[in-house]
């Protein structure tokens, strides 16, 4: 005997699904997709560059320290040989007498 | 490209920003203050670490040498207004430079152990060549 057949089985079987198609669905994947891209904020740049750019720091900061302080030393230089040659003019006569002749 | 440029004007500004603080830094103010002021004395007191009793015998030295300095000063201006022959000029200056050797020397002999001779070598350059050209700097270097 065979048993009755599922209603429910015949009607799965005769279901089709036909969605309609969308003819926007690629470019607006694309869309998304480069907005993606345009919208990676600066910290996310900065961590996928981390190395390069921790490097570049170190490297401008220490040329920045020395650069600092080499001025600052020939600056104190230079103060110190204009009082020396001022020191040296007021104990000398020749200086104050004006040019030689 | 945005990033790249942002980062680069970043560091670049941070860099300028600490290389003027070094400068600052390393600037000596009292050094800077003594140059406006034109102090000599006071540079030469903190120079040549001289302590208070060094710096008031040296400090009466030169008050001392001042009159020297004007008599010869007094010379050389009257010997040139009378238009003296160079000779006589070149001698007063000569003694000029033999007075005032022996009043540095005698300032360097007032001063602590090893700051006399640096002195001397920086003073008496300046006074041997009165252009000054090729006097050492403090480096000891022209």
Redesign the interface.
């Known amino acids: 005997m065979n048993p009755p057949i599922d209603p429910l089985a015949r009607v799965l079987e005769s279901w089709k699904i036909e969605p309609a198609s969308d003819p926007n669905f690629r470019p607006s994947v694309a869309a998304r997709l480069a907005a993606s891209r345009t919208n990676l904020n600066?910290s996310a740049?900065?961590r996928v560059h981390a190395a390069l750019?921790a490097a570049?720091?170190v490297v401008?900061?220490g040329?920045?320290?020395w650069?600092?302080?080499q001025?600052?030393?020939a600056?104190?230089?230079a103060?110190?040989?204009?009082?020396?040659?001022?020191?040296?003019r007021?104990?000398?006569?020749?200086?104050?007498?004006?040019p030689?002749? | 490209m945005k990033f790249f440029l942002f980062t680069v004007g970043l560091l670049a500004a941070g860099a300028g920003a600490v290389g003027i603080l070094c400068y600052r830094l390393s600037l000596d103010s009292d050094l800077q203050s003594e140059n406006r002021s034109g102090d000599t004395m006071a540079w030469l007191r903190t120079e040549f670490h001289l302590d208070a009793a060094q710096f008031r015998a040296i400090a009466r030295l030169h008050e001392a040498y001042g009159s020297v300095c004007a008599s010869h000063c007094r010379a050389i201006m009257n010997a040139r207004r009378n238009n003296a022959q160079p000779a006589e000029i070149q001698a007063l200056e000569d003694e000029c430079v033999r007075s005032m050797t022996d009043h540095f020397r005698r300032v360097a002999a007032l001063m602590p152990p090893g700051q006399g001779d640096r002195y001397l070598a920086l003073v008496l350059p300046r006074i041997g060549d009165y252009s000054h050209t090729g006097a050492p700097t403090l480096r000891g270097t022209p």
């Open positions: 600066w740049y900065l750019w570049v720091g401008l900061l040329a920045a320290v650069t600092g302080r001025a600052g030393h600056r104190n230089q103060d110190r040989n204009e009082l020396l040659d001022t020191y040296v007021r104990l000398d006569p020749r200086a104050m007498t004006g030689q002749t």
